[in-house]
């Protein structure tokens, strides 16, 4: 998905970011940007636990960067893939001066 052809949404921009807002979830952009990844392969290479993964794996998949799907291996076993969602965001002012706009959440401390 080229994101720069999308309508970004102010809401959309800030969960955009905020999901990509650690070193961890970097990380995984950059794994999984070479191939899918079941989630043991990955918590493995990222020596993570895999609840904190999963945690990690969850916000950036509700921000539409990442996807899963459940697949079955030979022996039966479920496997949980992601993989990486392609964009490209040209991040610069004009960006986040038309996302302003629309933003619906509203900065910490101001009165409602």
């Known amino acids: 998905m080229n994101r720069s052809d999308m309508k970004l949404t102010g809401d959309q921009l800030l969960t955009f970011l905020e999901a990509l807002a650690t070193p961890h979830r970097l ?3 950059s794994i999984l940007g070479r191939e899918r990844k079941y989630v043991s392969q990955l918590a493995r290479e990222l020596e993570m636990s ?3 993964l999963y945690m990690h794996l969850k916000k950036m998949e509700k921000a ?6 459940l697949e ?3 022996d039966g076993k479920a496997m949980k893939y992601y993989e990486l969602v392609a964009f490209d965001l040209p991040l610069n002012q004009a960006l986040i001066a038309k996302a302003a706009q ?3 959440t509203k900065p910490k401390g101001s009165e409602s």
Do not use: E, H
Not at 64 to 69: E, L, M, N, R
């Open 64 to 69: 539409g960067i990442v996807k899963s799907t």
């Open 27 to 29: 990380q995984i952009v």
């Open 50 to 52: 895999r609840p904190l």
């Open 72 to 74: 079955l291996s030979d």
């Open 102 to 104: 629309s933003l619906t």
